[in-house]
């Protein structure tokens, strides 16, 4: 407010020198004109003369102190709202990361980043230049009008005729411009969904020769987006010429109205010259209403949005006990499970216990239920009924960070970051630790293919992940959850990308690095199950079976029936 309010003070002070610097012209030329004036011509021209350059001095001196508070204004205010921004991209980024895998099931990934990027944008734009605009306007009438009001009331009162016209009509036509905008934003929220996903199933389009297909679609979305663009130009063609109006019709009454009083004898030149000043001053920032206005509504439903993700509570938090290092013995007791948001159950009354050390295996048909067990330990969910305890102890009387840090965890759905393979191992490093990347890929049976690669372990695996294969990405999550060597270990489906032999020979390098280890192995692979401590068969949402390879042979069971099965499609 200091900074606004002298920036404007040696603003409003500009034009007053105007004005006496056309009236000294005007009184000099006057006196000198006049039939009884004994004035010689060169004594005016130098009085003139010393006149001007003082107040042009003057002019520029309060041109310059003018300068230098705008800018001290705008480095504080704009600043401040870059720092706001920044905090708030913050805040949200991080809420996001304690918020459940729920939340992302109900939310898409373009919100999520649309209300970072833009709703926390157009927040900045109101604590920032919208605000900045207001207090400028606020200050500036106030001294304005006040000075054109010690000049002369009428003229005052026909020179702010316009004024509120051109705010309303600006105000009008920005309304129209951002509704257009943001038909604008969704059009191009679309096309590029679109081409994302183009670009992402090239293969599938490829394979299905449906190029042509795509292109029209493609092309029918680009039509829209040019029909909504060329609608906001043929709003956004009347603005300039709008502004323009209004300035001209307001100076055209100064001028005609400020002309009447100078020969009524009421105002001098001088004076009009000032009132002209004075409207252009105005002119824009009352405009701005309009902008500032808009800015506003915008910034408000932004700052709603925004809060309606701030406020969203993480429907998992963790406990308060100190978690020692994991022994590793798992249980579950009558645990059940629904997923909240498809109503489906995926588990029944589970109970089963894994000894520290022991490697289990977990098979069942598709959609038994397996996964979810390996998603309620991380507690990614807590179920509807039961216990899951980690060492005797309950997982919610953990802290979150310090449950997930003493379990490595291979997801189904291999997720690798577009970094080099070396970075995507070391990700599963915890805290400042150190350890080399090519142990832990030999041990997941990648390493001789990593040499292969042109750069090693610096190449770029591309989005997703997407320059390597299937069998590859699968195995470098292997790595990754290696070295972070945690006391407990799950591999969801983990090796459905490479062949039985290739398994057997990671198994294989698996064992001595497991040999201290609880390990919960999920597959759908029958082969090579006899070399694990215990197998839990799942069927129909709950555990069927458990036992050893032989136990389970002996009983003749969904076991034995699955193993017959695989027999028969190997032959």
Same mark, same amino acid.
């Given at each position: 407010?200091?900074?606004?309010?002298?920036?404007?003070?040696?603003?409003?002070?500009?034009?007053?020198?105007?004005?006496?610097?056309?009236? /000294?012209? @005007?009184?000099?030329?006057?006196? *000198?004109?006049?039939?009884?004036?004994?004035?010689?011509?060169?004594?005016?021209?130098?009085?003139?003369?010393?006149?001007?350059?003082?107040?042009?001095?003057?002019?520029?001196?309060?041109?310059?102190?003018?300068?230098?508070?705008?800018? %001290?204004?705008?480095?504080?205010?704009?600043?401040?709202?870059?720092?706001?921004? *920044?905090?708030?991209?913050?805040?949200?980024?991080?809420?996001?990361?304690?918020?459940?895998?729920?939340?992302?099931?109900?939310?898409?990934?373009?919100?999520?980043?649309?209300?970072?990027?833009?709703?926390?944008?157009? =927040?900045?734009?109101?604590?920032?230049?919208?605000?900045?605009?207001?207090?400028?306007? !606020?200050?500036?009438? =106030?001294?304005?009008?006040?000075?054109? !009001?010690?000049?002369?009331?009428?003229?005052?009162?026909?020179?702010?005729?316009?004024?509120?016209?051109?705010?309303?009509?600006? *105000?009008?036509?920005?309304?129209?411009?951002?509704?257009?905008?943001?038909?604008?934003?969704?059009?191009?929220?679309?096309?590029?969904?679109?081409?994302?996903?183009?670009?992402?199933?090239?293969? +599938?389009? &490829?394979?299905?020769?449906?190029?042509?297909?795509?292109?029209?679609?493609?092309?029918?979305?680009? $039509?829209?987006?040019?029909?909504?663009?060329?609608?906001?130009?043929?709003?956004?063609?009347?603005?300039?010429?709008?502004? =323009?109006?209004?300035?001209?019709?307001?100076?055209?009454?100064?001028?005609?109205?400020?002309?009447?009083?100078?020969?009524?004898?009421?105002?001098?030149?001088?004076? +009009?010259?000032?009132?002209?000043?004075?409207?252009?001053?105005?002119?824009?920032?009352?405009?701005?209403?309009?902008?500032?206005?808009?800015?506003?509504?915008?910034?408000?439903?932004?700052?709603?949005?925004?809060?309606?993700?701030?406020?969203?509570?993480?429907?998992?938090?963790?406990?308060?006990?100190?978690?020692?290092?994991?022994?590793?013995?798992?249980?579950?007791?009558?645990?059940?499970?629904?997923?909240?948001?498809?109503? @489906?159950?995926?588990?029944?009354?589970?109970?089963?216990?894994?000894?520290?050390?022991?490697?289990?295996?977990?098979?069942?048909?598709?959609?038994?239920?397996?996964?979810?067990?390996?998603?309620?330990? !991380?507690?990614?969910? #807590?179920?509807?009924?039961?216990?899951?305890?980690? #060492?005797?102890?309950?997982?919610?009387?953990?802290?979150?960070?310090?449950?997930?840090?003493?379990?490595?965890?291979?997801?189904?759905?291999?997720?690798?970051?577009?970094?080099? =393979?070396?970075?995507?191992?070391?990700?599963?490093?915890?805290?400042?630790?150190?350890?080399?990347?090519?142990?832990?890929?030999?041990?997941?049976?990648?390493?001789?293919?990593?040499?292969?690669?042109?750069?090693?372990?610096?190449? !770029?695996?591309?989005?997703?992940?997407?320059?390597?294969?299937?069998?590859?990405?699968?195995?470098?999550?292997?790595?990754?959850?290696?070295?972070?060597?945690?006391?407990?270990?799950?591999?969801?489906?983990?090796?459905?990308?490479?062949?039985?032999?290739?398994?057997?020979?990671?198994?294989?390098?698996?064992?001595?690095?497991?040999? #201290?280890?609880?390990? /919960?192995?999920?597959?759908?692979?029958?082969?090579? %199950?006899?070399?694990?401590?215990?197998?839990?068969?799942?069927?129909?949402?709950?555990?069927? $079976?458990?036992?050893?390879?032989?136990?389970?042979?002996? &009983?003749?069971?969904?076991?034995?029936?699955?193993?017959?099965?695989?027999?028969?499609?190997?032959?």
């Amino acid at each position: 407010m200091v900074f606004i309010t002298l920036s404007n003070i040696f603003g409003v002070l500009s034009p007053q020198v105007i004005r006496n610097a056309i009236d /000294l012209v @005007v009184r000099n030329l006057e006196a *000198y004109n006049a039939a009884d004036s004994t004035v010689p011509e060169a004594e005016m021209r130098e009085a003139i003369r010393k006149g001007l350059v003082y107040f042009a001095v003057t002019f520029l001196a309060l041109a310059v102190l003018k300068g230098l508070f705008m800018f %001290l204004m705008r480095q504080t205010i704009i600043i401040m709202s870059r720092h706001v921004e *920044y905090d708030q991209k913050n805040e949200l980024y991080a809420h996001y990361q304690r918020l459940t895998p729920a939340f992302y099931k109900r939310n898409n990934t373009g919100d999520l980043m649309s209300r970072v990027a833009e709703d926390v944008g157009r =927040v900045r734009q109101y604590v920032g230049p919208a605000v900045m605009y207001f207090l400028n306007l !606020l200050v500036l009438f =106030v001294l304005v009008i006040g000075s054109m !009001l010690k000049v002369n009331v009428t003229l005052t009162l026909y020179v702010l005729l316009p004024l509120p016209v051109s705010s309303l009509s600006i *105000y009008y036509v920005n309304n129209l411009i951002e509704k257009r905008s943001e038909r604008i934003q969704r059009q191009l929220s679309h096309l590029t969904s679109t081409a994302q996903e183009t670009f992402s199933g090239i293969r +599938v389009i &490829k394979a299905y020769a449906q190029e042509q297909a795509t292109e029209a679609h493609f092309e029918a979305a680009c $039509e829209e987006y040019k029909q909504r663009s060329l609608d906001l130009a043929r709003v956004d063609a009347l603005f300039q010429p709008l502004m =323009v109006l209004l300035i001209g019709l307001s100076t055209l009454l100064t001028i005609f109205v400020g002309g009447w009083e100078v020969m009524k004898g009421q105002l001098s030149a001088g004076n +009009v010259a000032e009132f002209v000043i004075y409207v252009n001053m105005l002119t824009w920032p009352v405009a701005s209403l309009g902008w500032v206005a808009s800015i506003v509504q915008r910034a408000a439903v932004s700052q709603r949005r925004i809060n309606e993700f701030l406020q969203t509570q993480p429907e998992i938090t963790g406990g308060a006990i100190v978690a020692p290092v994991f022994e590793g013995k798992i249980s579950m007791e009558g645990v059940s499970f629904t997923y909240p948001d498809t109503g @489906v159950q995926a588990l029944r009354d589970v109970s089963f216990t894994v000894m520290p050390g022991e490697k289990v295996a977990l098979i069942g048909r598709t959609g038994a239920g397996k996964s979810t067990i390996a998603e309620l330990l !991380l507690r990614f969910y #807590d179920p509807d009924s039961g216990s899951i305890c980690v #060492d005797d102890v309950p997982i919610q009387d953990y802290p979150l960070e310090a449950l997930r840090e003493q379990i490595s965890y291979v997801p189904q759905d291999v997720f690798l970051f577009g970094d080099s =393979v070396r970075n995507n191992i070391a990700f599963g490093l915890v805290g400042n630790a150190e350890k080399s990347p090519e142990t832990y890929a030999a041990m997941a049976h990648i390493h001789r293919e990593i040499t292969d690669f042109p750069k090693q372990y610096d190449t !770029l695996v591309g989005e997703r992940g997407v320059t390597l294969s299937g069998g590859q990405k699968q195995r470098i999550s292997i790595a990754r959850a290696f070295i972070k060597e945690a006391p407990v270990i799950i591999l969801d489906d983990c090796l459905s990308a490479v062949d039985a032999d290739t398994e057997q020979q990671i198994l294989g390098q698996m064992r001595q690095y497991l040999k #201290d280890r609880t390990a /919960l192995i999920i597959t759908h692979r029958i082969s090579g %199950l006899m070399h694990y401590d215990k197998i839990l068969v799942m069927d129909n949402n709950t555990i069927a $079976e458990s036992g050893t390879h032989e136990e389970l042979l002996l &009983k003749g069971g969904i076991y034995a029936e699955l193993l017959e099965t695989a027999a028969k499609d190997d032959r």
